[in-house]
């Protein structure tokens, strides 16, 4: 067991050194370096046969177009924006509300990817608000590292609750227990949102203005935060949707009253931008949204319509196994070369094709582009989505081959191992196993259903509470999204900043491990006293 475990954490710790030392290497060369490395401890170490490997090999291959095409279509939004030029007017009008970058950086940065997060998840807040803050002249590195600080907090409730509602679904809980662990994750969370944000901003402005605009922060991150706590004690598919969107509407009520904000000169753009303008280049983003949020309300059809799963056309491919498409447009590959290994894409749910596709296509005539910088955004787009394309097809390889074998899998070796060192004491370290998870797959709702059982065994065991565990493992799962290879590969994509994944990591992996700390300190000393475990 002690080789297993070695072998089985040796790969993510050779990635993230390849990752983070001098002369680092980008991501789409180490991650398929890495991917070779797992398959190698799989044939060498695990025994495991070679058709079980090319079928996982395989279905990574179609699980990637999840995140690509998420990542190309944001990549296509954000290309349309600037050649239209609603992001420079959009960028004049943001610079109008308050020029103050602490205002511009709470309202796209906080705000509004809280608000997306509740509607989408799937990595979509920091590709839409990101591309807005660099718009707005912030330097671009920088920007994707407080993207990916700030959309931690609402990620547990993350495209409508799915890491709660469906990442724990596995464990068959019933629905009391379930809003039990959602009631008690939004509470570290609320915790957390104390501090986080603040390290978030110091990615990109001083301490000095952080002092200055301390109470706008703090407005703002209340406007957010405590609609969130209070919806998720009754219900855990709305508080980082809702509590985004009011979050939303305070922010930039206060921010242009002034309250608690530093006066800073505009050096965007003095001139005033008409309402007709505004409302024109805030078209997109606002039909965005709409698709968004009308696409995942549970009790509109769409919802159910785009997740059907009943068959309308079936066919083998000869050895490569069953090929079927259901009448909600999923496409999947099932029985891939004898096995039991399927994988599937969900053409009209997957954030890709709607909204972004979609409000590119109907906004394109909107704004009366010609056939020429259509076609610049297309190909820029796709020439854009190469390297991420890679990168994630060796990040996915890496996942699904670390998942082969069930409970003897890799990465449930890590996870035991790392709950019978720590026994007793779980509850301190029982976040970070979340965050594993979360570093691994790109995603807190695959890192709950991957260690959700973990977790729960681990709790069983020791004595301490289930609900508390299993809200640490959630808080786990979003807070490493800060370190996630998925979120910084697609982040960087978006913003065309090359080959600095590791430098990244750097940078986030403190707020992340502050975040886990924080987590502890509230699970041992205030949990207890506020709910009865």
């Not at 056309?313 to 029985?335: D, W």
């Not at 582009?369 to 076609?375: I, N, R, S």
């Not at 070796?413 to 004491?425: L, Q, S, V, W, Y």
Request: proline share 5%.
């Amino acid at each position: 067991m002690t080789l297993s475990f070695a072998l089985s954490v040796f790969p993510i710790i050779l990635l993230i050194y390849l990752m983070v030392k001098r002369n680092a290497l980008p991501s789409y060369v180490a991650l398929p370096w890495i991917a070779t490395l797992v398959m190698g401890v799989h044939l060498l170490h695990f025994n495991t046969d070679i058709v079980t490997i090319s079928a996982n090999v395989m279905a990574a291959l179609v699980s990637v177009q999840t995140p690509i095409t998420v990542i190309f279509g944001a990549i296509l939004f954000n290309k349309f924006s600037e050649i239209s030029g609603a992001t420079n007017t959009m960028r004049k009008w943001l610079g109008n509300i308050n020029p103050n970058p602490v205002a511009q950086l709470m309202i796209i940065g906080w705000a509004f990817a809280f608000m997306i997060e509740g509607a989408s998840g799937f990595g979509t807040p920091a590709a839409i608000a990101a591309p807005i803050l660099v718009g707005l002249g912030f330097p671009p590195l920088r920007v994707a590292m407080l993207a990916l600080v700030m959309n931690s907090v609402p990620v547990s409730f993350g495209a409508v609750g799915t890491p709660t509602w469906f990442g724990f679904g596995p464990l068959k809980l019933a629905s009391e227990q379930i809003l039990q662990i959602g009631s008690i994750t939004a509470f570290i969370h609320s915790f957390a949102a104390l501090v986080i944000p603040l390290m978030a901003l110091r990615m990109l402005v001083s301490w000095k203005e952080i002092r200055q605009n301390l109470l706008f922060i703090y407005i703002s991150v209340f406007a957010c935060v405590i609609p969130y706590f209070l919806i998720a004690q009754y219900n855990y598919e709305f508080p980082s949707l809702v509590g985004g969107a009011i979050g939303l509407f305070i922010s930039v009520f206060v921010a242009n009253k002034g309250i608690g904000l530093s006066k800073v000169e505009n050096t965007l753009d003095n001139r005033a931008v008409s309402f007709g303008q505004v409302a024109k280049a805030l078209f997109p983003t606002g039909l965005l949204i709409l698709f968004l949020i009308v696409t995942r309300i549970p009790s509109l059809p769409f919802k159910a319509m785009m997740n059907d799963t009943q068959v309308w056309f079936s066919t083998t491919l000869g050895s490569l196994g069953t090929f079927e498409i259901s009448k909600g447009l999923i496409f999947s590959l099932k029985n891939i070369f004898g096995s039991e290994v399927k994988e599937s894409y969900k053409l009209l749910y997957v954030p890709a094709l709607i909204p972004f596709i979609i409000t590119v296509l109907i906004a394109i005539p909107a704004f009366k582009l010609d056939f020429a910088k259509t076609k610049e955004i297309f190909s820029a787009s796709l020439k854009q989505s190469k390297s991420p394309f890679i990168a994630l097809t060796g990040a996915l390889v890496m996942v699904n081959l670390m998942l082969v074998g069930g409970d003897h899998s890799m990465v449930k070796i890590i996870g035991r191992t790392f709950a019978e060192i720590t026994g007793n004491d779980w509850t301190v370290f029982s976040s970070f196993l979340g965050a594993v998870g979360a570093f691994f797959s790109g995603s807190n709702t695959v890192s709950n259903l991957t260690f959700g059982s973990v977790q729960l065994s681990t709790a069983e065991t020791t004595g301490i509470s289930v609900a508390l565990i299993l809200a640490l493992q959630s808080v786990g799962g979003a807070m490493g999204n800060m370190i996630c290879i998925n979120n910084i590969v697609a982040v960087s994509s978006v913003l065309n900043t090359p080959n600095q994944e590791g430098a990244i990591i750097k940078k986030t992996i403190v707020p992340m491990l502050v975040y886990g700390a924080i987590a502890a300190v509230v699970a041992v000393f205030i949990v207890p006293l506020v709910y009865q475990l």
